[in-house]
C-alpha cells in the first residue's frame, strides 16, 4: 500500500502554462526527493529536502522549484512549461535509516505540446 | 561523485531460465541498494546490501556484494514472466541515492 502520493498521474498542458505537481506522504518521513526520468532510462535527481524550509537542488539541472512548508507536503512547480519538460517525475522519501530504502510514489507523467 | 555501470543494458530470457545482472563500481560501495521498476510503473525497493561479500536472498532473488565492495550482481533463477522489469543499482552519493542505468528485463513465454 503506497504512503506517498502523487498528483496528478498524468498531465498534458500547453506550453508556457504554469503547472504544481504535488507530492504528499503519511510517513512523517524528513527526506524528500524528485527524480526526473525519461520512459526506460535512469532516474536523475533534480530536488531534494531534508526537512521542513529546506531545499536543493540536485544532480541534474532543472528549472523547476520546489518547496517544503510542510512535513508532509512537497510540490513541484514548473513555472512556464515546455516541450523539454515532458518526462515522468517521480517523488521518493526516506525513512529513518537506510535499510529500507526509498518509498516512491506512482510518479506524475507530464506531457508538454 | 561515485557512479555505477550496469550490465547487461538488455536481458531477453526464456522463461524457466537463470539470469545475472551486474552492477560495477570503480571506487568502494558503502552500501549498495536494488530496485525494480515494472513497465508502467514506479521503483520498488528490493534490498540493500553493506557488508563485504554479503550475500541475500528473496525467494527466486540473489543479491551479492563483491567482497571489494566495488560490484554487485543479482542473480534470477528459474525466471517468470511477473519478472519482467528494469532492475535498478542505487549508491549513496553525499547521502543521496544516485541511481544506475538499469537493466530492463524481458521474458520470451
Known amino acids: 500500500e503506497a504512503d506517498i502520493y502523487q498528483t496528478p498521474r498524468y498531465l498534458v498542458i500547453g506550453t508556457g502554462k504554469k503547472i504544481t505537481l504535488e507530492c504528499s506522504q503519511t510517513?512523517?518521513?524528513?527526506?524528500m526527493y524528485w527524480y526526473q526520468q525519461d520512459p526506460g532510462m535512469e532516474l536523475h535527481l533534480i530536488h531534494y529536502s531534508y526537512g521542513v524550509n529546506s531545499t536543493e537542488k540536485g544532480d541534474l539541472s532543472s528549472e523547476s522549484t520546489v518547496s517544503r512548508i510542510r512535513t508532509e507536503h512537497f510540490p513541484l512547480t514548473l513555472e512556464s512549461a515546455r516541450p523539454s519538460h515532458t518526462s515522468q517525475y517521480l517523488c521518493?522519501?526516506?525513512?529513518?535509516?537506510?535499510?529500507?530504502?526509498?518509498?516512491f510514489g506512482s510518479g506524475t507523467r507530464l506531457t508538454v505540446v | 561523485g561515485q557512479q555505477v555501470m550496469q550490465i547487461p543494458q538488455y536481458q531477453h530470457v526464456q522463461e524457466g531460465e537463470d539470469f545475472t545482472t551486474y552492477c560495477n563500481s570503480s571506487t568502494t560501495l558503502s552500501n549498495i541498494q536494488w530496485y525494480k521498476q515494472r513497465p508502467g510503473g514506479h521503483p520498488v525497493f528490493l534490498i540493500q546490501?553493506?557488508?563485504?561479500?554479503e550475500v541475500k536472498k528473496q525467494k527466486r532473488l540473489t543479491f551479492q556484494f563483491g567482497e571489494a565492495k566495488k560490484n554487485s550482481s543479482l542473480h534470477i533463477t528459474a525466471t517468470q514472466t511477473t519478472d519482467v522489469g528494469t532492475y535498478f543499482c542505487a549508491l549513496f552519493n553525499d547521502y543521496k541515492l544516485s541511481f544506475g542505468a538499469g537493466t530492463t528485463v524481458t521474458v520470451r513465454a
Open positions: 546490501l553493506v557488508k563485504s561479500g
Open positions: 510517513m512523517g518521513h524528513d527526506k
Open positions: 521518493a522519501s526516506e525513512g529513518i535509516g537506510m535499510a529500507y530504502g526509498y518509498t
